[in-house]
């Protein structure tokens, strides 16, 4: 009987060390396959007298899905800001590093239309800032 509860025991203590999981750290430090993607938008025209309400969204794509999407609050035209007050909004992915990816806005101007912007991030850009000045 002592013999069977010592195997037992031992037997615990090997199975409980094998499935032991680590996690990795989460003290600050930069992961190798972090990204960040920084857009940009503003005007360099003015549209100070366009009241038509245009609607804003962000988009980050890899070759197969849509990695991020979303939307920014309508606004009038008039209410775009200039270039020293930029609208910026910093999107951080990881584990795309591997991937060239695509990013932009997309815009839809009520009763007028849509159109958009598109640029790319090469696969290991750590930073890619896409700039719009809408037109």
Do not use: W
């Not at 396959?33 to 980050?60: V, W």
């Amino acid at each position: 009987m002592k013999f069977f509860f010592v195997t037992v025991v031992a037997l615990s203590i090997v199975i409980g060390q094998s499935c032991r999981k680590t996690y990795p750290s989460t003290g600050g430090e930069t992961l190798a396959n972090e990204r960040k993607i920084r857009f940009q938008l503003y005007t360099d025209k003015d549209f100070s007298n366009e009241n038509s309400i245009i609607k804003f969204s962000i988009f980050i794509r890899d070759a197969h899905t849509t990695l991020f999407d979303s939307s920014l609050a309508a606004m009038q035209l008039q209410d775009i800001p200039d270039a020293a007050h930029k609208i910026v909004i910093d999107k951080m992915l990881l584990g795309n590093n591997n991937a060239d990816l695509a990013a932009g806005f997309h815009y839809e101007i009520q009763n007028v239309g849509h159109s958009g912007y598109i640029d790319t991030s090469r696969a290991g850009n750590e930073l890619k800032v896409v700039d719009y000045a809408f037109h």
